[in-house]
């Protein structure tokens, strides 16, 4: 079992930036990548970021140069640098972990954190 603890959303005007954190526990071995999701009303919910235990990481095309994930491992917590913030980016994010125990994968999810971007 792994617990994912969200951190860092509220409410920022266009253009403005905010930090999301991601704290994990329990099983963290067993995570092999952590991310980002997003869910906007009436939308599904779609990638936002995604970082691996290497560091390897990619984004949606629509944050690209605006957003940044990071992991700090002694820490095991995941963050989202987000700037440069358009109203479309308001959404619910979510912290995401794929864990892999032998063949066997499966996702944990954070409750989400609100994101608010007004024009």
């Known amino acids: 079992q792994v617990q994912l603890a969200e951190s860092g959303g509220g409410k920022v005007q266009a253009g403005g930036s905010l930090r999301l954190s991601c704290a994990a526990s329990?099983?963290?071995?067993?995570?092999?990548?952590m991310g980002w999701y997003r869910q906007a009303p009436g939308k599904q919910r779609e990638l936002v970021a995604r970082i691996t235990t290497r560091g390897s990481t990619n984004y949606a095309d629509s944050v690209k140069g605006r957003f940044t994930i990071s992991r700090d491992g002694a820490k095991n917590t995941v963050y989202l640098q987000m700037s440069s913030l358009k109203p479309e980016d308001t959404a619910v994010y979510y912290c995401?972990?794929?864990?892999?125990?032998?063949?066997?994968?499966?996702?944990?999810w954070g409750l989400g954190t609100q994101v608010t971007v007004s024009s």
């Open positions: 329990g099983s963290i071995f067993s995570i092999t990548s």
């Open positions: 995401n972990a794929e864990t892999w125990v032998n063949t066997d994968e499966m996702d944990y």
